[in-house]
């Protein structure tokens, strides 16, 4: 791989969340998402919850994955195939509580384990018991690659035409572009895009050479210390080839923000129904809210 097994974990050990990108039919997706490591079989771990299991259903849908990490000095763009479990979503979660406090004391394992202790308080389970379920996607890395981070500051810019006004692209403090190159999602890190006519200029790296037309996505995110507060933006489009520069022309874009008490509020209703219309999907059953006995035994 070029890039020791080592130096992969001290990546995950380092990266409070990752750029997880997949790319069913040439279409790829980035979502930022909390990395783990196995080394009993040295695979990279990320989850979904099942109200959010669409990252999960297309790395089923195509194996073929890659991560953005975050170390000391550098990124890492790793490429892997995946395995999905999703069989038993509450011994899942009993994986990741296990791996999470067999890491070494970090900041994220600080912030991780508290906000799994909070899973665990009555509190949490009423709000977030569909949180906690975990579908997990199991990451055997194929190759890696450097990437120096420059020490350039990332700043995004108001993009009308993507629906990220100042306000928004204010709080960001990364961007990432990815393509499907040679049926693998290929993501770097923009440093200083600029936007010109609703466009988005990619400064892509040498050994990735977008065409006229192709499907590519864009994902602008940022979260706290702890993951208590957090906002992304996943814009979808194609890019569009001006003599030797690359743009994107955004088409649609999903945004998720968790930063308000309000925002809080959506999030655990949302959970909750998505999570009932996961199970019933699988013509399972899923209570949203615990009954009144369940409460007043509390």
């Not at 990124?75 to 999470?100: F, I, K, M, P, Q």
Request: proline letters at 7%.
């Amino acid at each position: 791989m070029g890039v020791t097994d080592d130096t992969v974990r001290e990546a995950v050990y380092r990266s409070l969340t990752a750029e997880f990108a997949t790319g069913v039919d040439g279409r790829p997706a980035t979502v930022p998402l909390t990395p783990f490591y196995d080394p009993t079989r040295a695979v990279i771990v990320v989850t979904a919850s099942p109200a959010f299991a669409g990252k999960a259903e297309r790395a089923d849908a195509d194996p073929r994955v890659s991560l953005l990490l975050h170390g000391a000095d550098e990124r890492l763009h790793v490429t892997g195939r995946t395995t999905v479990r999703d069989t038993d979503l509450e011994a899942n979660s009993a994986v990741v509580e296990r791996l999470l406090r067999d890491e070494p004391p970090t900041p994220k394992r600080a912030a991780m384990t508290a906000a799994a202790d909070f899973l665990n308080t009555r509190l949490g389970r009423l709000l977030l018991d569909w949180y906690g379920l975990r579908i997990l996607i199991e990451v055997e890395p194929t190759a890696v690659e450097r990437m120096p981070t420059g020490g350039v500051e990332t700043t995004v810019p108001a993009w009308p035409a993507a629906d990220v006004d100042a306000s928004e692209a204010a709080t960001y403090d990364r961007i990432v572009a990815t393509v499907v190159q040679d049926g693998w999602p290929r993501s770097w890190p923009l440093s200083a895009p600029t936007v010109r006519d609703g466009r988005l200029r990619l400064d892509s790296p040498s050994d990735v050479s977008p065409t006229d037309g192709q499907p590519a996505c864009v994902l602008c995110h940022w979260h706290d210390d702890d993951l208590s507060a957090l906002e992304q933006r996943l814009i979808r489009g194609r890019c569009r080839i001006d003599g030797d520069v690359v743009w994107f022309d955004p088409a649609s874009s999903f945004h998720l923000r968790n930063r308000t008490a309000l925002d809080r509020l959506r999030f655990v209703v949302d959970g909750k129904r998505r999570t009932r219309r996961y199970f019933a999907d699988r013509d399972e059953t899923y209570s949203p809210w615990p009954g009144l006995r369940t409460l007043t035994e509390w």
